[in-house]
Every structure is written in structure tokens, then in C-alpha cells.
């Protein structure tokens, strides 16, 4: 029987009720900038050793916990899990990033894919959620999470990072159907994925779609949106997620918030490159937003990280459903010290803000 | 005396003047996705060997128009040349893009700086207009550019390339005397550099605000906008260049169209991300719009490639003020067959749509 949760302040703004304070949590949070982290990273030998392994991925899943008064911990994984469960070979390369030994290019290379067992090649992501959810004692919400299939799609066809994913881009536009099975097999992958995270403890959902802002208009909606769409009906479907709020956050999609509210997601995340002012308007009150200080203020000076972060909590006004967070995955370059400013000055000024 | 212009639709196109089919042409057009630009790069020995002198760069400015029934030609240089005669030490690392020897980090490094001698340490650049435009013997009209302050800044304080250009960011946050001092130096070297190609023959300007886009919205309007409309005034207000049409490109700033138009400009760039029916509303008929093909759509097979233009010209509709053009730097990988099929459909499908 797990835990009775003692701070809900999170789960309520992404219901869109009143909170004491702003909830804040900060993508990438068990990260590089933290020194325990990299020492629990020294001692897995390697990103892989230490993400597969659910003690080490919940020790540095908690270990921001110790350090900052955060509202939400985030299950402490890479978005490369399933096509690495899907036999593609994910290895990281020194400092150049996800690598996969077998990118899928050819349309057999697309009907080999299959959605991995959940008990099976993602059983350590499983269990690491299982056990995260134990050690938290109730402490602070977890979220469980996933890529979007356009992101994922992207590294799998590309076989590694890129400025354009050209080679994906060319898939949809020579080949959408054979794009189209790719994207929906990844769809029920994501899916079931997130379903056996919300069976296991996950108490809400964020899909990560980091490179949807690469597409255009019409194929952002196509090939993007579209299965994050389907994916959101599926898991509200579901028994195990139904009652979980979903995030989904299209980093470079700032045209799209209505279209993305569409969904029936509980909240959009947001880049630093919108005035949550404007997303508000663009929602129109149907979803939660989440953001969305430019990561990069984390290394200025304290006045100005607490003058900043005032700002983007003005800007979203003194209205529930805000989750304070970065626009974007913290850098290793972040002083641990920022962020603890960063998360007090957050609480106290919701705290006045929610005063007047 | 220059030729009589014998191809006024770019320039039509610009003024919002009505034209016989639409006008294109592409950005990074001298490029190495031509074999005829390699062959002439490695003559020169080095990149910045071939922007230096003045024979090849005109030589390179003019192969594009051998292949392809473009309506404009920019000169041959890079963004980069301002920062470099400021006497930073600019240098193209191996497949590592631009590096300064002697970034600018102190006030002292801002102080130091001066705007270079058009007839000095620019005057090679200044030059190369003035062959470009004799040897163009009044074919199509030549475009000078130059980079945006925000964007030459970005490069000069953190010394190279960088995903988020957070040493430039923490030098607008921690000390914003200081960087606006910077970026009023570089306003009036771009301006001065603007009207020294002006009074050599360019006829149309563009400035590139590459990394615009990297700012939230009030930085964004601060530290970027701010200089490009500095520049505009500045350049309306002299003899040499008062009568040009300028084109301002921020690449990711889909959200600033309309405060774009606000600065006098005759035009603006648009990134593929954003509909062009959006962008018109945005403007609302006050400048022209050039762009927006996705470049990686030229890697896609022929009758895509024509669809999708015909879709961007489509979301644009006769109206006249459209100047079409991808959406970014055309990339090493396109096929000339591939460009030269777009330019043709783009005349072809802009007459038809004329004669709707």
C-alpha cells in the first residue's frame, strides 16, 4: 500500500485548482550538474549502466529531493528506451550524444519493430518506478515519462543526433505510410509503456516530443500531434492510467498550443520563447501550462534568476493550473545553489502572488 | 553606369507591386551543394581564402545563375566578416564551424571594439560587390546582407557555434550596460558595412538574425529587435541606401512577425515553421514575405518537392508580395537537379496562380 501523498500541490495545479504556492520541479533535475550525480554515474561505469539499473536510477532520481524543496520528482530514465528495447543498439558516444548500431531506413527494417514487453526488455525502467515510488514515502508526486514517437522516430532513422532529421523528413514525405507504420507501432510502444509506469506508481504522464518543433505546420499535425493524440486516448482508456494527468510538451511548438489543448492532455509544457500570457490566451483555460524560465538564467546572478523567475510566474498571473519549470532540460553548466534560489524564490513568491 | 535591370521581379516583389509569376531565389544558394563551388573553394584553399578575394567571390555568386532561372543573387561573403575585421582571429575549424581566436568577454574586450574601415579591413567585401554587380551585366538584382548585432555577438562572446549561446545571455543578464554597449557597436559597424555594399550596387538588403529565435520574448525585443531597428532607421537615412528594400530574417521567432514589420522594413524572412497565410495576417499587408520551403524537402523526390511548393505558395495566395524561398540555408546534401525543378515550379505554378 503505497504511501498517502503529503505535498499535492503539483497534481492540483495540473487540475487546473488552488495551491498554497506555484509547484515547481525542473526538467532534467537528476542531472549532471549535480556532483552526487555524477558520482553515482562514476560508480554505474556509464549513462546505460546507470539508467538500467533501478537502484542507481533511483538513488539519482531522489537525490534533488535532498538539496531542493521540488513539488514533483521525475523517474530518472533516457527517451531512447524503447527503440533500444526494440533491438536498435543504443550506446552514448563521449560527448556526441545517442548512437543506435541499427537505424531503421527500409520498410523491413520497419516491419521488424515490435513493442517491447514491459516485463521483459523495459522491465528495469518498470521496476525502477515500482521502487522509486516505494522510497519517496509519499513525499512528492512521480511522474512517469516518454518520448514522443515523432522524437523517437527521429533518432531511430537518423541512427543519431542531428541539426534536421532529414532522413525522417524524407521518410514522410516519399514514404508517409510506411512513416505512418513506423509512427503508429511507436505510438502503442509509448502506450503500453506508460500504462505499465502508471500500473507500477507513476501518479502523472509527460511525453516529451523535443524535436516536433522541426516540423512545419501541416506535417507537425500529420506526424507529430497526431500520435501523441492517439496515444493520449489510449491511455485514458486505460484502467491503470486513466486518472493520471497527462503533460505533453512540443519543445519549438509554440503555434500549436491550441491544437496540442486539443488533445485531452491535463497541461502543455513550454519553451522559454512564448509569453505564458500569450499560451494562456492560445489554451483558453482548457489545460495546465508548465514552464518556462530560459534554462540558460540559471547561470546569471541571484537577483536576477528571483527578478526572472517573478517574471514568468506574472506573466502566467494569479490564476491556478501553473507548474513552475525550466523551458527546457537544465545544463550541466547550473550551480545546484541557482536552483535552490530558484525553488525558494518560486514558493514565496506564489505565495505573495496568491496574497493579493 | 550599371546595366539597365533586366529582371525586376525580386525587386517588384518587395515593393508588394503586382509581377508576371512569383520571384525565387534561395538562401546559401552559392553553396557547396554545387560542384562548381567546391571546385572554385578548393582553388582558394580555405573558406575564408574564397570570401576574401574578390574574383572568387563573385565567381561563386554567379554560378547559381548558370543553372538556375533565379531572380536574385547575393553576395558571396559570411556573416561572420564584421567580427573578424574587428580583429577577433575568425578561423572555420575542420566540420567545427567558426571559431574566434579572441573572443570578447570583458568590458575591456567591448571597449577595444571599433567599426572596422570599409575601406580598409572590409574593403575586400566592398569590392566584391562591386565586381559582383558589374559582372551581373543588370541580370537580376544583387542582394548585401549582413549579420544581425544579436547574432554577430552571439558568436563573438562565446568564441564559436554553441546550442544555446548562454555566455552571451548571462552578458545580458549580469551586465546589460555591457552588452548593449556591444550591440550598438556592431548596430553601427552593420550599418556602415550596409551602405558601403549599398553604395557599391547591392540592391536589396538582408540582415540575418540566425539566433534570434534562441530569446524569450522580452529579451528577444531587447537585445535583438532593438539593433535590427536601430539599423533600419539608420539606413533609410542615407543617401546611399534610403531607397533599398531590407529583409529582416529572425529564424525562430515566428511570435515577433508583426513587431518585425514595425521596424520600416520593406520585408521579412520566414522559417518553414509557420504558415504564410499566418505570417500575412500577422503583418497584416504591411511588408513583403519571403520564404518558407522546408530545405529538406529539396532531399525529397521530384513531384514532393513541387507539391510542397505549390503548397507554400499556396498558403501565401495571389496576393502580390511573395518572395519564395526555403526556409533556411539551402544544405551541402540538396541536388542541383532537385533545385533547379523547384525554381521552374515556382515560376511555373506563380503564373497559374495569376491567372486564377
Redesign the interface.
Known sequence: MPDVLKNDRFLRALRREPTDTTPIWVMRQAGRYLPEYRATRERAGSFMGLAQNPEYACEVTLQPLQRFELDATILFSDILTIPDAMGLGLSFAQSEGPQFARPVRTAADVAKLAVPDMDGELRYVIDAVRLIRHELHGRVPLIGFAGSPWTLACYMVEGHGSR?F?TL??MC??QPKLAHQLLDTLAQAVSAYLIAQAAAGAQALMIFDTWG????????REFSLRTMAQIVATLKADPASRELPVILFSK?A??HLAALADTGCAALGVD????LA?ARAAVAGRVALQGNL????L???PE?IRR?AR?VMDSYGNHPGHVFNL?HGI?P?ADPEQVKLLVDEVHAYGRTLRAR
Request: proline share 9%; aromatic share 8%.
Open positions: 534536421d532529414a523528413k524524407m514525405w516519399d518543433g522541426l516540423l512545419g505546420p501541416a506535417p507537425f519549438g509554440g503555434a522559454w520563447t512564448i509569453d500569450d530560459d534554462p540558460a538564467i547561470r546569471a546572478s536576477v526572472e517574471t523551458g545544463t553548466e
